[in-house]
């Protein structure tokens, strides 16, 4: 069992209606059909949303994914019509709130891994294998891979597992042309965030996208190259062999698994609200990473 420890009832705005609250989004549709997404302060771990908020996490998100689009506009169009705020949204939406068109969403987790870790490091470790892609002997936790490879995922409802899937996989689901367009665009995005990261002394190990179609064209979608769907580590504490520092949400896995937590990731008992430190410190994390890889001071 996981899921929201407690699921937030959605916020009802005159003028719009809610279709979906995510692990982190809140979904709703305008009278013109738009989409309106919301980005919340939650935080999710190992499928679960966990009870306490990380404060500014959503607009962190928000805000690095609309730089992360202007800086792929020439590789990929994206689902961004407007971040002016709905009539009648509440003030704490500034910030936070896309306005996008809506697509036919290809339900696939587009993943791209240059470095090994996470669950591919768990079936590498199996079968030399990840997605049933063959890699070389020797890798261990943070090897930077002979080349970037894509890696998708099936989407899952909240609280259900992503599941990795071969690309063959992924080619009966969706189609052959569909499966082709999804690897080349990950990994010319991946490609492109990993350039502009690494000149700002920073790796990007891996990340996941999602797309949709607006008619023919395949666009990016969600969000982008953010710490939630990212792993960011500093270039200058890179050592293979072991977990990496990071500007992603480890922090809190890591505090979770760790005896100070007192939960068991194996039972069906929901996880513990985050100590302040904890909050404090994530928060420091996605605000690092905005700026470091912006430029530009968070305010």
Request: with cysteine; charged share 25%.
């Given at each position: ?8 009832e ?5 003028g719009?209606v ?7 989004r809140d ?5 013109a059909?738009?989409l ?5 302060d939650?935080m ?14 959503g607009?962190?998100?928000?805000q ?5 689009f ?6 990929m169009?994206?689902h961004?019509?407007s ?20 697509l ?7 993943v791209?891994?240059?470095y090994l870790?996470g ?7 199996e ?8 890699l ?5 936790d ?7 490879i894509?890696?998708?995922a ?9 599941e ?12 052959a ?8 665009a990950?990994l ?6 990993r350039d502009?990261?690494r ?13 949709g179609?607006d008619?023919?064209?395949?666009v ?10 990212s ?5 200058d ?6 977990a990496?520092p990071?500007y ?6 890591d505090?979770l ?10 039972s069906?008992?929901?996880p513990?609200p ?8 994530t ?17």
């Open positions: 069992m996981s899921g929201f420890v407690e699921k937030p959605p916020l009802q705005v005159p719009l809610h279709l979906h609250t995510g692990k982190v979904l709703y549709q305008n009278e059909g738009d309106v997404m919301v980005a919340s939650r999710s771990a190992f499928d679960w949303v966990l009870p306490t908020v990380i404060p500014d996490k607009r962190v998100l928000t690095l994914s609309l730089w992360w202007d800086q792929v506009a020439e590789l169009p994206n961004v019509l971040t002016e705020l709905p009539a009648g949204a509440p003030a704490d939406w500034a910030g936070r709130t896309l306005i996008c068109r809506s036919q969403m290809v339900p696939v987790e587009s791209a891994r240059g870790t669950s591919g490091l768990l079936e590498y470790n079968s030399r294998t990840v997605c049933g892609l063959a070389p002997e020797g890798l261990v943070g090897s930077e891979l002979p080349a970037p894509f890696t998708p099936t989407k899952a409802a909240v609280g259900e597992h992503d990795n899937v071969s690309y063959e996989v992924v080619a009966r689901q969706v189609g042309d569909t499966a082709a367009q999804l690897r080349q990950t010319a995005v991946y490609a492109k965030g502009i990261a000149d700002r002394g920073i790796i990007l190990a891996d990340t996941k996208f999602e797309f179609f008619g023919e064209t395949l990016l979608a969600d969000e982008v190259l953010t710490p939630d769907s792993r960011f580590w500093p270039a504490q890179w050592e293979p062999g072991r990496q990071s992603d949400k480890q922090y809190v896995r505090w698994t760790s005896p100070e937590s007192g939960w068991d990731r194996k069906e008992q929901p513990p985050l100590p302040e430190q904890v909050v404090e410190a928060r420091a994390r996605y605000v690092e990473a905005f700026e470091r890889l912006t430029g530009t001071s968070w305010s």
